[in-house]
């Protein structure tokens, strides 16, 4: 199980980016997805997780309204589209997967592959 998060970059304050994980060998249509942000100095934030079982999606506060979870024409691709972005958006993404959605979707711990991850820069 390969993942990689691809399309990070530097952009301003309020510019939009989308993120991608893209599964090697495998497809994703039945795993949840989760998204996560390393911020330096931060503990590991998780920032969305869609459903493999029910499609629901799950977003933090920070991500709310901004931010969206969604899945690819191609069963091996997530995207994250990310809008309105801030300064605190800066950080390292990652994609893992899971089983599912739950009330714990935002703990690190229960990821099970991880992709490496790409480097989100907002100026201000």
């Known amino acids: 199980v390969q993942l990689q998060a691809s399309g990070g970059g530097l952009v301003q304050t309020g510019g939009s980016l989308r993120l991608s994980c893209t599964a090697s060998?495998?497809?994703?249509?039945?795993?949840?997805i989760g998204w996560f942000r390393h911020s330096p100095g931060k503990e590991r934030e998780g920032v969305s997780c869609i459903s493999g079982t029910d499609g629901g999606i799950k977003y933090s506060d920070s991500a709310k309204g901004r931010f969206t979870a969604s899945r690819g024409d191609a069963k091996n691709v997530v995207y994250l589209q990310m809008n309105s972005l801030k300064p605190e958006d800066t950080g390292i993404y990652y994609c893992?997967?899971?089983?599912?959605?739950?009330?714990?979707?935002?703990?690190?711990?229960?990821?099970?592959?991880w992709g490496q991850g790409t480097l989100v820069t907002v100026s201000s």
């Open positions: 060998g495998f497809t994703l249509d039945y795993y949840s």
């Open positions: 893992a997967t899971r089983a599912g959605c739950g009330s714990t979707w935002n703990s690190a711990a229960r990821y099970g592959s």
